[in-house]
């Protein structure tokens, strides 16, 4: 059985290599962005996670340098803050215990979509097979204290969607692992971008519920299994 230190270790680890994938698919800029991972000890101690470090490029990244916190948001251990966007993750964990990833993006398209405050269309197989229907939209709210997290809870508690967009910010994914939750933010730019390069062509044409529930069903259930 691993240790508490071990479990700890690993997972810093795990995220200096998931933070690099948001840099690889260009969904940050600079120091904004971050992923979290929860951390569930084998021996029952109260769950924590680790997030990136506040204000650290990615490029400077290290396993020591991500922070770790118990799911009110507090520093654990760690010799930088924790991103400012700590809250809003302890929140997810705090209300959502199936989530056990968290990730946030200022991804361009996805941003465009926030912006305007619409949520994205079901108009791609790929949409239906991710998210299950459209890409929600949550509710305009301050960074600094949990109102982003309540958001982002109200918004996908119940919805079959792993990925938020936060009304004039940006994305939030969640997933069974940080891993999913990485993967989930990058389709949602990637199907973001395609959807609005189809806006500009014409009129897009969305997917039949029926063809979505099906889409869904398969891809969740058959694909790759």
Not at 121 to 138: K, N, W, Y
Request: hydrophobic share 40%.
């Amino acid at each position: 059985m691993a240790t508490n230190d071990q479990l700890i270790k690993k997972t810093q680890e795990l995220l200096v290599d998931l933070h690099q994938e948001l840099v690889r698919y260009e969904l940050v800029a600079w120091t904004s962005g971050n992923v979290s991972q929860r951390i569930t000890f084998e021996d029952g101690s109260p769950d924590l996670f680790a997030i990136k470090p506040s204000g650290v490029r990615y490029e400077e990244l290290t396993a020591e340098l991500m922070v770790i916190c118990d799911l009110d948001g507090k520093l654990v251990s760690g010799t930088r803050s924790p991103s400012s966007d700590t809250a809003a993750h302890a929140y997810v964990y705090r209300n959502m215990p199936e989530v056990n990833g968290v990730v946030h993006t200022h991804s361009n398209y996805a941003c465009a979509w926030a912006a305007i405050g619409q949520e994205i269309p079901c108009i791609l197989t790929a949409i239906a097979d991710e998210f299950g229907g459209p890409i929600p939209v949550g509710p305009f709210a301050i960074v600094g204290d949990d109102s982003i997290g309540r958001g982002i809870v109200e918004t996908l508690k119940g919805h079959r969607s792993p990925a938020v967009l936060m009304q004039n910010h940006g994305v939030f994914s969640i997933g069974p692992s940080a891993l999913d939750a990485v993967k989930a933010a990058v389709m949602c730019e990637d199907n973001a971008k395609s959807a609005f390069i189809a806006r500009q062509l014409g009129t897009p044409i969305p997917i039949p519920q029926d063809a979505i529930e099906s889409l869904f069903n398969r891809y969740q259930k058959v694909y790759g299994k």
